[in-house]
């Protein structure tokens, strides 16, 4: 099943974190395996990496702290050697790291560069976009990156109930449109022609860090977008080319797009108001968004929404 | 260890709860404002399963013949399961599968609702005043159900019985695979229109995206005219609008002794 939610905030920067987390948490039933956020802060020159060095399970295992930090080591040379002038780098956990840098090259060689490190994977790029994802409810995954106090204008999250995969990282949303910057996905459903997706978008050079249907939907809208298509066109446009039951979110630096496929088969509220959309797939997250009795509506099937910050 | 196992002693007949989200040894609250014949439940800080212990214990133990549930906060699955005649008021507007598998309750509900309001329902009304999400109505076999507001997609899928009155507009797939009983839509209405249909009608007064399959324009009767003036008065809901009628056209289920493929070339 999992849920999704997004919220916009069209009045100014709110503390998105703590929002999300009230929606992200409400929905627990739908998901408690796994909590993912894709935040977007204040636009800044500098780069946000968000990359972790291991899945959450394998991180505490004998002689990993000396091997984590090794390769942390390793990622801050690799980003001198490049060319990025590291500001800051942090880390919560020990296997999940946040840094940002001084960069004006391509983000792929970048990505590229930095994933040949052991275990690594990056999970967000971007002047904005942050993306923070663990495993638990929406509450653990909060606490544990600190996330109350997130100020931004908007994001999306979701929750996750592992049915046909594993319980780890690699397949917790949301995805990042690797290697296109600030571009993010979150999804609900099944995508039925992924294989067939997934072998055009390598063929153009793209690659994926996961097995799951719903990167092909990040990677697929950020390459009509790098062609020239708006986020709404290319929505649109992927309501013909993706076959499968789906609803999903996807967010750039700044807008916010919901579409929902030909059977409206997967659920999603929609509420909006002069100065906040939020959207989620129970009514209740947006409850605990508002804290108050709100009309909202359900979009309609092939139904796309599109929101500028 | 969380979840797996209700504890010893535990009448909840919870017995697996992998994911530690159920709450096996939940009691009824006690909590609910009693005046005479009639009580209030105020649902603020209640889970589903507590509102639900509480709502139980007003109509079977307290005898209560109406109750008033305020404060439902989307909650999901509130009012399911209730077996006897009685009046059940909503303030505001409960989540998914509210109302489900009743069989007798008078419910009405002063908001919206999410998906699948009154899906099973046996016997009784339940009137929204606002919107409905989709599969309002799933596998209705008796009763009212009425949406004053539009409703999402796959209204009344597998409907079995009973009657649905949408004042505004209705999605995709309405009527999908019906059984039995009628669908009043005074709104316009999505793609494949009882599509897969074995039986019943569909009344329609706005425009219609398109039919589905086997589903055809129906001949009116004064039975129709009758029906639609019966239940607009019943649910003061004024007059009513024109409608077109559509049936099954029974050219798609067993409805013959062609074989499988004999039909393919038949349909």
Same mark, same amino acid.
């Given at each position: 099943m999992c849920g999704i939610a997004g919220v916009i905030h069209r009045d100014g920067p709110a503390d998105l974190g703590a929002e999300l987390t009230r929606m992200l948490q409400s929905m627990r039933h739908r998901g408690p395996d796994s909590t993912g956020y894709a935040l977007y802060g204040p636009s800044d020159d500098l780069v946000v990496i968000r990359f972790v060095l291991s899945e959450p399970r394998k991180a505490k295992g004998l002689g990993m702290a000396e091997r984590l930090e090794r390769n942390r080591?390793?990622?801050?040379?690799?980003?001198?050697?490049?060319?990025?002038?590291?500001?800051?780098?942090?880390?919560?956990?020990?296997?999940?790291f946040r840094a940002t840098v001084r960069y004006s090259g391509e983000l792929k060689p970048l990505a590229d560069y930095l994933e040949d490190v052991p275990g690594c994977e990056v999970l967000s790029l971007g002047h904005s976009l942050e993306i923070v994802k663990d495993l638990g409810d929406a509450e653990t995954v909060a606490e544990q990156y600190r996330l109350p106090g997130f100020?931004?204008?908007?994001?999306?999250?979701?929750?996750?109930?592992?049915?046909?995969?594993?319980?780890?990282?690699?397949?917790?949303?949301?995805?990042?449109?690797?290697?296109?910057?600030d571009v993010a996905v979150v999804h609900n459903g099944q995508l039925t022609n992924y294989h067939q997706w997934r072998r055009r978008l390598e063929r153009s050079g793209h690659r994926f860090q996961s097995e799951c249907d719903?990167?092909?939907?990040?990677?697929?809208?950020?390459?009509?977008?790098?062609?020239?298509a708006s986020l709404e066109g290319a929505m649109k446009q992927s309501l013909d080319d993706l076959d499968g039951v789906f609803t999903y979110l996807c967010v750039t630096a700044t807008e916010l797009g919901v579409a929902k496929d030909e059977m409206a088969a997967k659920p999603l509220v929609l509420f909006e108001s002069d100065d906040l959309v939020a959207v989620a797939t129970e009514e209740i997250a947006i409850r605990a968004l508002t804290g108050m009795d709100v009309e909202t509506r359900d979009p309609y099937e092939r139904e796309v929404l599109v929101w500028q910050v | 260890m969380a979840g797996v196992g209700a504890p010893s002693g535990s009448t909840s007949g919870v017995n697996y709860d992998a994911r530690g989200l159920a709450e096996p040894n939940a009691e009824a609250p006690g909590t609910a404002e009693i005046d005479g014949n009639t009580a209030r439940i105020d649902a603020t800080d209640l889970s589903t399963r507590l509102i639900n212990l509480e709502l139980k214990r007003l109509l079977n133990v307290e005898g209560i013949d109406e109750v008033t549930i305020v404060n439902p906060g989307a909650k999901h699955s509130v009012g399911v399961g209730i077996?006897?005649?009685?009046?059940?008021?909503?303030?505001?507007?409960?989540?998914?599968?509210?109302?489900?598998?009743?069989?007798?309750?008078?419910?009405?509900?002063n908001g919206r609702v999410g998906w699948s309001c009154a899906e099973n329902m046996m016997a009784g009304s339940v009137v929204i005043e606002g919107c409905a999400g989709s599969l309002t109505g799933a596998a209705l076999r008796g009763g009212d159900l009425v949406v004053k507001?539009?409703?999402? =997609?796959?209204? /009344?899928? $597998?409907?079995?019985? @009973?009657?649905?009155?949408?004042?505004?507009?209705?999605? &995709? %797939?309405?009527? *999908?695979?019906m059984q039995r009983g009628r669908q009043i839509i005074c709104g316009n209405a999505g793609h494949n229109l009882g599509d897969s249909m074995y039986d019943g009608?569909?009344?329609?007064?706005?425009?219609? =995206?398109?039919? /589905?399959? $086997?589903?055809?324009? @129906?001949?009116?009767?004064?039975?129709?005219?009758?029906? &639609? %003036?019966?239940? *607009?008065?019943?649910?003061?809901?004024?007059?009513?609008?024109?409608?077109?009628?559509?049936?099954?056209?029974?050219?798609?289920?067993?409805?013959?002794?062609?074989?499988p493929s004999e039909r393919k070339l038949v349909i």
């Open positions: 080591v390793e990622i801050e040379t690799r980003l001198n050697k490049i060319g990025a002038d590291v500001a800051t780098m942090s880390s919560e956990t020990g296997y999940a100020v931004g204008t908007h994001g999306i999250g979701h929750v996750r109930m592992a049915t046909e995969s594993d319980v780890d990282l690699a397949s917790a949303h949301p995805y990042w449109a690797y290697p296109f910057s719903s990167e092909i939907i990040a990677v697929y809208l950020a390459e009509k977008m790098e062609n020239g | 077996l006897r005649r009685c009046k059940i008021n909503v303030e505001g507007s409960p989540g998914w599968f509210a109302f489900g598998l009743i069989d007798g309750p008078e419910v009405h509900i507001g539009d409703v999402g =997609a796959r209204t /009344g899928i $597998d409907q079995k019985g @009973g009657t649905i009155i949408v004042m505004g507009n209705v999605g &995709i %797939n309405t009527g *999908f695979m009608e569909i009344y329609v007064a706005g425009s219609i =995206a398109s039919l /589905g399959v $086997d589903c055809v324009p @129906g001949g009116w009767t004064d039975a129709d005219t009758e029906l &639609i %003036n019966r239940k *607009f008065r019943i649910y003061g809901l004024g007059d009513p609008p024109e409608f077109q009628k559509f049936v099954c056209g029974k050219q798609l289920h067993n409805y013959d002794s062609l074989e």
